[in-house]
């Protein structure tokens, strides 16, 4: 099946869609995008990742649902690596991770808009986590004193996501670093490029936009693999399916609102709520129901949600 939401720029789903697994990318904004229409919205954008950024599917989505954002594979594409990264100019700061500017590459009807995002505390991450993943190079190639391309260790080093990218095979079939390939990937760091087709959209806006993409896939993570665990069903009926699925948004909802609402992750959220806990007593009498007592970090987040605790006595039944 395809789940598809509308959500607000905070993430909020407004509206779901369970449609048939075969269903196409296309085909499912077309839908989204009837359903909303007697909406009277301000702006509809659709906001996608790199997987959906290529020459077909950016002129079906402007017919589908006319204006996208989308994110570009920085690295593979020669013109941005060309004239967008290494454009001149400062960013415009709209938050302390979030810094912006336009680059406008092209004339006439091969005109591309893009917005290059930085976000200064995700490059030194980035770069520590590089100066980190050389320093074990280092002391790996340092272990070994047949430094060939064919030994085992050299082909596991090369056949490895994380240390191949930094390194290459010499003439005589030796393996080194390559601080070539280093300097080229630090000028990623902290980076993201976004695509629009949407001139009138600010540059907040599409850097924000994007943002809030990020809110929405960790929403669908939220869904899929964590609390909420909309997946596995063992449901046959499709009206049973759906009905699943709307339960799952639902509380993918109150989630949403309840960090929107504390500022803070699920997972505190939750740990804190954890600490609320209801105590069943027994004597020849009554049977009583207490609250305990509640630390701290439990009275704050149900302040911020503006929920009165319980009372100390929840309880209080006479056995006959």
Not at 18 to 47: I, Q, Y
Not at 119 to 133: F, L
Request: proline share 2%; charged share 30%; glycine share 4%.
């Amino acid at each position: 099946m395809v789940v598809a939401l509308a959500v607000t720029r905070e993430g909020i789903p407004v509206r779901s869609w369970v449609l048939p697994g075969n269903t196409s990318d296309v085909a499912t904004v077309e839908k989204v995008r009837a359903d909303l229409r007697g909406w009277n919205l301000g702006r509809a954008l659709f906001v996608a990742d790199s997987g959906m950024n290529s020459e077909e599917n950016r002129k079906e989505l402007a017919r589908a649902c006319g204006k996208y954002l989308l994110a570009c594979r920085m690295s593979n594409v020669a013109e941005i690596r060309k004239d967008v990264l290494s454009k001149r100019g400062r960013y415009t700061v709209f938050k302390e991770n979030l810094h912006a500017k336009e680059v406008v590459v092209g004339d006439g009807e091969r005109r591309r808009r893009y917005i290059l995002c930085y976000n200064p505390r995700e490059a030194e991450r980035q770069r520590k986590h590089r100066e980190m993943t050389v320093d074990i190079l280092e002391k790996e190639l340092a272990s070994h004193k047949d430094a060939s391309a064919s030994a085992q260790w050299a082909i596991e080093l090369l056949a490895s996501r994380r240390f191949k990218r930094y390194l290459s095979v010499t003439d005589a079939n030796k393996v080194r670093i390559d601080r070539a390939k280093i300097r080229e990937a630090a000028k990623f760091d902290g980076k993201w490029v976004l695509e629009t087709n949407d001139d009138t959209i600010s540059l907040e806006d599409a850097a924000c936009g994007y943002k809030g993409l990020m809110v929405i896939e960790r929403c669908f993570r939220s869904l899929k693999r964590t609390q909420i665990k909309m997946m596995p069903m063992y449901h046959w009926a499709s009206r049973r399916i759906e009905a699943h699925v709307k339960i799952c948004v639902l509380a993918l909802l109150i989630e949403r609102v309840a960090e929107l609402a504390c500022g803070k992750p699920w997972n505190q959220i939750q740990a804190a709520l954890d600490a609320l806990q209801i105590t069943e007593f027994f004597n020849l009498k009554f049977r009583v129901l207490m609250r305990n007592e509640l630390p701290a970090s439990t009275i704050n987040m149900l302040k911020l949600l503006k929920i009165t605790p319980p009372k100390q006595v929840v309880e209080l039944e006479k056995l006959s």
